[in-house]
């Protein structure tokens, strides 16, 4: 009995010094966009961009427009990884950017933060293979290929798929049958 | 004695600051952990991940400040358990005994009996606690195992959030939503000692927004074995059905659920009439979640028991509850939860020449607030709760039980707590109202108006971290001291009757820990421990003779081993080996058993299973006095067959 007093408190005791100073980290995602993070890397190898050249060796751009919600999540996700023949590169771009410099990325994240210019943004990129996608409430509407919704305390998404053929993009069917009908988010 | 206890004040203040708290009670365990998992996930196994819980902020295990163990839904699979207590033994940190056919002792951290009284019990969010003796039934406890999501069990007091009756721990049985169990599901199996089991399951969308399912299952489950090898002819069968329906409001923050289960069931008994015991549920939640840190729920439910045990009693009982909680951030730095509830409950109890529980009906009302306070310090990396419920019975009025808890993680893969709290078991109808006559008719033990509250300050300091990124570790100390336990006073002069009454102290310690290895992609290990000690000690005033043995009879030591490897050709080869230490008095011996399972899953929709449970004895004893009448639980074998369309 005393036995085990004495070995609760030297545990105790000893918990103490297992703890080193604090390290600074970089903020890393919330669990929600840890998430939706490795849902984007996964949409980029259910997608198809028609007009790339067969064996294209040219980086793979995976843009986040206005306030990036990912950190260092993203790059940890995406880092060193390959589409087919092409390497993945996670880039930010402001929002202060102008629109034409978004028609370099293949795949493009809309923050929240671009609510009001949502429209604008992807008039810009009509008929342009950039696969959007956003989780922002209308983002299908207003022209975008891909939307997350939250069901309950999961991660879902609706893919438009007329939207994006005429981007030139081919959506695998195992994604689609995966995502939700556009009219599920309406 | 106390010394310990202010040494581990002085540690705890030393570690930095007080104690905090208790909300991210979540979910899967380190499921975030790293990018080079989340890039391994495909989009199916990322959409099964839930990233939030709407009124308890989410946030990994490993940085909540409380001892907390999650059995998984895959954990349970593989295990190839039965039914609800069975899955509980698969966390070393909780002591399951099964006393007989229809009787289970469930506890964590000591006191441990077949009326158990220090656990709440949770359904989806459904507290499953009679007010008779504050305890589970555990045989009317059931759901469609399949569907079950998750089991939290957190040691220690969760008075702050839960309320009365989470003195030594929470179990919180949470099953999947409707949208996660869509198209149907059979299963069926039958063995020596599960004689017939079988259930189905269908789920579908309602509408553009919603989902459901509903179920029905049956088991027949044959009796245990008295020492001497004779059949103890108490077996069990029940059915029961069930429903759930999840749905969107027009706006993407509101949810609505709508559950309910209805059962029936029969127990038989060596020496008398069967046990009959049926009952129902219905319950609805509306949540709301405005933001990432805020949101609100409110849930009602009702909920129907009866139980008759002929020759003994027959209880009637009938719950409705009322519970709402707001999270908001109050200001920068401080997440705020606060939340009110309400409980009546209604019950009718008829006699017997062995026991009278009276008056024959009683009405019984709680009315609870609390309100706690995280506040975030350091950059994140520090985390102070501080919290309070009040509650209000009819017995003893008000009830205060605080909180003080913190979190400290130092970098991502560590995280330091410790916690200060007080809990309370307020008096049931078995404190105050019960009667036990002798054979002869004479109130042998009777309960009394005059019962206090059972007391619980509680010291706490745990430690988890990942060494490597394929190890976690968990480590948890506790000291527990009670006041005001249940005692039993015999009369002066006549002796009886013995009149129960709050003259039993105790102190107790103990440490608990956890390691999860995945060895390899197809190979994960579980190794889970839990030591206990206690002192018992009466108040100078009394004239208890008992020891204190009616309240808890509970081992020093358990171990856990499970092992789950994946076989080519989509075989699964699971083992799970547990070690219970001798239960001092009265006196059960230690045990230690081994169960395996064989599964294979052939094809997407097609799984089989062949599963031994209690392998290495014939029959072995879990709990009560030894002798002839004692039940013993007997080695089993059984085969199902799972398939989904």
Redo the contacts between chains.
């Keep these: 009995m005393a036995l085990l007093r004495r070995t609760v408190l030297l545990a105790l005791l000893a918990l103490v010094p297992l703890v080193p100073a604090a390290l600074l980290g970089q903020r890393a995602a919330s669990p929600e966009y840890q998430v939706k993070a490795a849902f984007l890397y996964n949409f980029t190898k259910f997608v198809e961009w028609l007009d790339a050249r067969p064996g294209e060796r040219s980086p793979l751009r995976l843009c986040v427009l206005g306030n990036d919600p990912f950190g260092e999540t993203l790059d940890g996700i995406v880092f060193g990884e390959m589409v087919g023949s092409r390497p993945l590169l996670p880039e930010r771009v402001d929002a202060g950017e102008p629109l034409n410099s978004l028609r370099s990325c293949q795949v493009l994240f809309v923050s929240r933060s671009e609510r009001a210019r949502v429209r604008e943004v992807l008039e810009s990129l009509a008929e342009t293979p950039v696969l959007t996608v956003s989780d922002l409430q209308g983002f299908l509407d207003a022209g975008g290929h891909i939307q997350f919704v939250m069901q309950g305390n999961k991660v879902r998404f609706a893919i438009d798929q007329a939207a994006a053929e005429r981007s030139r993009l081919r959506i695998s069917s195992k994604l689609l049958r995966l995502a939700l009908s556009p009219s599920e988010v309406r | 004695m106390k010394s310990?206890g202010i040494?581990?004040a002085c540690?705890v203040l030393?570690?930095g600051v007080p104690a905090s708290a208790w909300d991210q009670l979540d979910q899967e365990e380190e499921?975030?952990a790293?990018?080079?998992e989340?890039?391994g996930?495909?989009?199916?196994e990322?959409?099964?991940?839930?990233?939030?819980?709407?009124t308890r902020r989410?946030a990994?295990l490993s940085s909540a400040a409380a001892a907390i163990s999650v059995i998984t839904r895959e954990d349970i699979r593989r295990s190839g358990v039965t039914s609800l207590p069975e899955a509980l033994r698969l966390v070393a940190t909780l002591h399951v005994a099964r006393f007989d056919g229809r009787t289970w002792g469930i506890s964590a951290r000591g006191f441990n009996i077949t009326t158990a009284n220090k656990m709440l019990v949770l359904i989806d969010g459904r507290s499953v606690y009679t007010p008779l003796f504050s305890g589970v039934f555990w045989d009317v406890q059931d759901t469609l195992l399949e569907d079950v999501d998750r089991i939290e069990v957190i040691r220690g007091p969760g008075a702050t959030l839960w309320g009365a009756n989470a003195v030594n721990g929470v179990i919180n049985i949470i099953t999947r939503?409707a949208?996660?169990t869509q198209g149907g599901l059979v299963t069926a199996g039958a063995g020596n000692e599960e004689r017939a089991f079988g259930a189905v399951r269908y789920g579908g969308a309602l509408g553009?927004?919603g989902h459901y399912r509903a179920y029905a299952k049956h088991f027949d489950r044959d009796s245990l074995a008295f020492a001497d090898g004779r059949d103890a002819e108490d077996p069990m069968k029940m059915g029961q059905g069930g429903f759930r329906a999840?749905w969107?409001g027009a706006g993407?923050a509101d949810?609505f659920t709508v559950q309910g289960d209805v059962y029936r069931g029969r127990v038989g008994e060596p020496t008398r009439a069967d046990t009959d015991v049926d009952g129902g549920n219905l319950l609805g939640r509306w949540s709301r979640?405005t933001s990432?840190s805020s949101g609100m729920e409110l849930q009602v439910y009702w909920d129907n028991t009866y139980r008759r045990v002929p020759t003994v009693f027959e209880e009637h009982l009938d719950t409705w509850d009322v519970d709402f909680q707001h999270q908001l951030r109050a200001a920068e730095r401080h997440n705020v939860i606060w939340g009110l509830g309400y409980r009546y409950s209604r019950d009718r109890v008829s006699d017997s020449p062995a026991l009278a529980i009276p008056p024959p009906r009683r009405t019984l009302e709680l009315a609870s607030a609390f309100l706690q306070d995280e506040i975030s310090l350091?950059g994140d990396?520090l985390r102070v709760t501080v919290g309070s419920k009040v509650e209000h019975n009819q017995s003893t009025g008000f009830e205060i039980q605080p909180s003080v808890r913190f979190a400290?993680t130092?970098?991502?893969d560590?995280t330091?707590w410790g916690a200060v709290s007080r809990a309370v078991r307020t008096p049931t109808r078995f404190d105050e109202d019960l009667v036990f006559f002798t054979t002869g008719g004479v109130p042998f033990i009777r309960g009394s108006r005059d019962f206090e509250s059972e007391e619980l300050l509680a010291w706490e300091?745990g430690?988890r971290?990942l060494p490597l990124r394929d190890l976690s570790l968990d480590?948890s100390?506790f000291?527990h001291v009670y006041d005001e336990l249940r005692s039993q006073e015999p009369t002066p002069g006549t002796v009886l009757p013995i009149v129960l009454a709050n003259k039993l102290n105790a102190e107790t310690?103990?440490?608990e820990g956890r390691a999860n290895w995945q060895a390899s992609q197809r190979w994960r290990v579980y190794f889970g421990w839990a030591?206990f000690?206690n002192?018992l000690s009466f108040d100078p005033d009394s004239r208890d003779a008992s020891g204190g043995e009616a309240e808890g009879n509970d081992p020093?030591y358990r171990f856990t081993l499970r092992s789950q490897l994946d076989l080519p050709g989509r075989f699964e080869l699971d083992g799970w080996l547990r070690t219970v230490g001798e239960l001092p008095s009265p006196e059960v011996p230690d045990y230690t058993e081994l169960d395996l399972r064989l599964g294979w899953r052939a094809t997407d929709v097609l799984e089989l299973s062949l599963v031994g449970q209690n392998l290495l004895h014939d029959q072995h004893p879990e709990f009560g006095p030894p002798g002839p009448a004692r039940r013993e639980v007997e080695r089993s074998v059984y085969g199902k067959v799972l398939w989904r369309f």
């Design positions: 310990a040494l581990i540690l030393a570690a499921v975030l790293s990018a080079e989340l890039k996930l495909s989009i199916e990322l959409m099964e991940i839930d990233v939030t819980s709407v989410s990994s939503p949208g996660d553009k927004r999840d969107q993407e949810w979640k990432e350091a990396r400290w130092p970098a991502d560590r330091l300091l430690y971290w480590l100390a000291y310690w103990g440490l030591l000690e002192d020093d």
